[in-house]
């Protein structure tokens, strides 16, 4: 084989672990994404079990801002246990009259929000899901009506 020929195929060979490692990871920096803003209401005023939505719609990559506010007289629970093992969290935030009153970290199985209150969990979804379940944990909430469905594409 000339020289050249040799040169040609070294310089392919070399430049294919580069190729092959660069499409297994995501273009631009995932940390400067700007958050997608859900809004998700445990009950209503009126306290009817319900979330509001009861189905929500997530795609992996993107960071979101998810709202989780309560609205009855009473305590509920944000529990959704395939949305927690198909998502990385960056945080979880405690809001208190329209001020951070705490911040949470790690894992996050589920979120109580006591009436009036608010918590934002921001995330990006890493895996896809299909209609995971979306219930509040309280004994009797569920079966009055208080589950829903999580889907991430």
């Known amino acids: 084989m000339p020289m050249k020929n040799k040169t040609c195929v070294t310089g392919l060979l070399l430049s294919l672990p580069l190729t092959l490692t660069s499409s297994l990871y995501a273009a631009g920096d995932m940390t400067a994404q700007r958050p997608i803003v859900v809004d ?9 079990l319900q979330f509001y939505p009861s189905t929500l719609n997530f795609e992996t990559g993107k960071l979101y801002q998810l709202n989780i506010s309560n609205r ?8 959704a246990e395939g949305l ?16 951070t009153v705490a911040e949470v970290k790690g894992y996050i199985n589920e979120i109580e929000v006591y009436p009036g209150g608010t918590a934002q969990w921001w995330f990006v979804p890493v895996k896809t ?25």
Request: glycine share 6%; net charge positive.
């Open 40 to 48: 998700v209401y445990l009950s209503n005023k009126t306290n009817k």
């Open 84 to 99: 927690s093992r198909s998502v990385f969290t960056r945080k979880v935030e405690v809001i208190n009259n329209d001020t």
């Open 129 to 153: 899901l299909h209609a995971s379940r979306l219930h509040c944990s309280i004994k009797g909430h569920a079966a009055a009506g208080m589950t829903g469905s999580i889907s991430i594409k």
């Open 72 to 79: 009855s007289t009473q305590k509920h629970y944000f529990t």
